[in-house]
């Protein structure tokens, strides 16, 4: 999945050496060009991470640090003092932030810091890829079969299971495709990535490309917040998409392309996002 990365801070050089810097990372970036009047927009961002100066954290900061703290993404929150006091940077970590760096540092140390955080939101996201419950996590050879044709087929598997091409599994209802398709995510390259299963008859017709590609705060009536989409989701994995002769029509071109370029736009916003899954 990608990173989320959102700055909010008064130093505008050090706000463009983070973009210089981390433009070119596998996250997404936004840096909020008027920082001052951005909280609002930065709490509905659905980011991974914070980069806030703490002059610009809405008073008390202590409940405003504690709003970040509470987001559904459970955001690692970097706090920017002006202040070069090993007190008050007590204060702000019992607030609930996670770091709090002197911004008087000199950039290659502040940016040291943040891209540290950002290998450890990563990691977070490795630790929860495994299975806590011990449940079973499926592999080609659990599939045996006397049957030729059966036989034939999971040989043909196991010969696109190293490719990047996008398949399509078809079967009655019950016949384990999405098995099938984790055992195929489990021993490809990308196994080292999330796997997304997508139930498209699930999704209202309204919804459907919002659930795919994700939306932008404001983008429409009721977005209060920043979403992440399904493909977004399953970046570096797979994105399994069940029961997909139920998307309607109108997706299908966006949906292809997708799965072709490993790119879109998220509804309300002006620039490509680029992901790639199997």
């Given at each position: 999945?990608?990173?989320?990365?959102?700055?909010?801070?008064?130093?505008?050089?050090?706000?463009?050496?983070?973009?210089?810097?981390?433009?070119?990372?596998?996250?997404?970036?936004?840096?909020?060009?008027?920082?001052?009047?951005?909280?609002?927009?930065?709490?509905?961002?659905?980011?991974d991470?914070?980069?806030?100066?703490?002059?610009?954290?809405?008073?008390?900061?202590?409940?405003?640090?504690?709003?970040?703290?509470?987001?559904?993404?459970?955001?690692?929150?970097?706090?920017?003092?002006?202040?070069?006091?090993?007190?008050?940077?007590?204060?702000?970590?019992?607030?609930?932030?996670?770091?709090?760096l002197?911004?008087?540092?000199?950039?290659?140390?502040?940016?040291?810091?943040?891209?540290?955080?950002?290998?450890?939101?990563q990691?977070?996201?490795?630790?929860?890829?495994?299975?806590?419950?011990?449940?079973?996590?499926?592999?080609?050879?659990?599939?045996?079969?006397?049957?030729?044709?059966?036989?034939?087929?999971?040989?043909?598997?196991?010969?696109?299971?190293?490719?990047?091409?996008?398949?399509?599994?078809?079967?009655?209802?019950?016949?384990?495709?999405?098995?099938?398709?984790?055992?195929?995510h489990l021993?490809?390259?990308?196994?080292?990535?999330?796997?997304?299963?997508?139930?498209?008859?699930?999704?209202?017709?309204?919804?459907?490309?919002?659930?795919?590609?994700?939306?932008?705060?404001?983008?429409?009536?009721?977005?209060?917040?920043?979403?992440?989409?399904?493909?977004?989701?399953?970046?570096?994995?797979?994105?399994f998409?069940?029961?997909?002769?139920?998307?309607?029509?109108?997706?299908?071109?966006?949906?292809?392309?997708?799965?072709?370029?490993?790119?879109?736009r998220?509804?309300?916003e002006?620039?490509?996002?680029?992901?790639?899954?199997?």
């Amino acid at each position: 999945m990608l990173t989320r990365l959102v700055c909010a801070v008064k130093e505008k050089k050090l706000a463009a050496a983070i973009e210089k810097r981390l433009s070119q990372a596998d996250i997404r970036l936004k840096i909020f060009p008027h920082p001052r009047n951005a909280w609002q927009d930065l709490v509905r961002s659905c980011s991974d991470v914070f980069v806030i100066s703490r002059t610009l954290i809405p008073k008390p900061v202590d409940a405003s640090v504690a709003i970040l703290n509470n987001l559904p993404e459970k955001p690692i929150t970097i706090i920017l003092d002006d202040r070069e006091s090993s007190q008050e940077h007590a204060t702000l970590l019992g607030a609930g932030a996670d770091m709090v760096l002197y911004s008087g540092l000199p950039p290659d140390r502040l940016l040291e810091a943040i891209e540290t955080s950002l290998t450890a939101r990563q990691q977070f996201y490795d630790m929860n890829r495994f299975d806590h419950r011990g449940r079973f996590q499926p592999r080609l050879h659990d599939f045996v079969s006397n049957s030729r044709d059966m036989q034939l087929f999971l040989e043909e598997v196991r010969q696109v299971v190293a490719s990047d091409a996008s398949l399509l599994l078809q079967g009655e209802t019950g016949v384990g495709k999405e098995h099938l398709s984790r055992a195929i995510h489990l021993e490809s390259p990308r196994s080292s990535g999330p796997f997304i299963a997508l139930n498209m008859a699930a999704i209202p017709d309204q919804l459907m490309e919002s659930e795919l590609f994700g939306h932008e705060q404001g983008a429409f009536t009721g977005a209060i917040r920043s979403r992440r989409g399904a493909f977004e989701l399953a970046h570096g994995g797979t994105l399994f998409l069940d029961e997909i002769g139920e998307m309607p029509l109108k997706c299908s071109p966006n949906c292809s392309g997708s799965c072709r370029i490993w790119s879109s736009r998220l509804w309300g916003e002006n620039h490509l996002c680029g992901w790639m899954c199997g």
